[in-house]
Each structure stands twice: as C-alpha cells, then as structure tokens.
C-alpha cells in the first residue's frame, strides 16, 4: 500500500508562490507517475500537471502553463510542485495522485493523498 502525504499549503497573496510536497511512503522499490490536482468548492477535480516516473516528461493544465513547475526526487521519494505567480483562481484544496500511468484525469491514479488548502486572497 502506497501512502502519499501533501504539504506545503497555506495562504498567499496574488502573485505570491508557494512549493507543496508530495511524499510517499510504504511502497515497493518500483517509482509511479505522479499527478497533481485540485478541487476548488462547487467545481470538479482538474489535473493541474503530471510527472513520469523518470521525471523525463511533464505535463501541465494550460491554465498553470508558465506559472507552475513540476519536479521529483525519486531518492527522497517526493515529488514537488513549485507554483509561482499565484491568483486566486488557483484557490483551491491540492491533491497528489500515484499510479503506473501519468495524465491529467483522476482515473489513471490509484492512490490519493489528504490533500492540502492553497489559498490566494489580497
């Protein structure tokens, strides 16, 4: 069983950055695709950008396009989401998503982690 675990929310104002963490624990040897999401009230889970298991291709939502940076460390087995120039669209409660295929619609992850609150008000 796979455990990921988020942090790095907070609150920020427009413009503002913050980098979440995606930690993972309590697996086999072999490294999985990773997803990021987010799920705002009232709205839909949206892929906002995906990683391979290498960390050789990256995938990102046209609406972080830019602004948003994804990256791993497959020795410290976590994977980063460094989001720069934050609006308060980007408002949102994030989650991180494991599995053996990447892309950005839920159904390829297996595992989920708790989420974390990213909140972006002046």
């Known amino acids: 069983q796979l455990q990921l675990v988020e942090s790095g929310g907070g609150s920020v104002q427009p413009g503002g950055s913050l980098r979440l963490s995606c930690a993972a624990s309590g697996f086999s040897r072999d490294y999985y695709a990773i997803g990021w999401f987010r799920q705002a009230p009232g709205k839909e889970r949206e892929g906002v950008s995906c990683?391979?298991?290498?960390?050789?291709?990256?995938t990102y939502a046209d609406s972080v396009k830019g602004r948003f940076t994804i990256s791993r460390d497959n020795g410290k087995n976590t994977v980063y989401l460094q989001m720069n120039s934050l609006k308060p669209e980007d408002t949102a409660v994030y989650y991180c998503?494991?599995?053996?295929?990447?892309?950005?619609?839920?159904?390829?992850?297996?595992?989920w982690g708790q989420g974390t609150q990213v909140t972006v008000s002046s």
């Open positions: 990683i391979t298991r290498s960390g050789g291709r990256t």
């Open positions: 998503a494991a599995g053996g295929l990447v892309g950005l619609v839920p159904n390829v992850y297996t595992y």
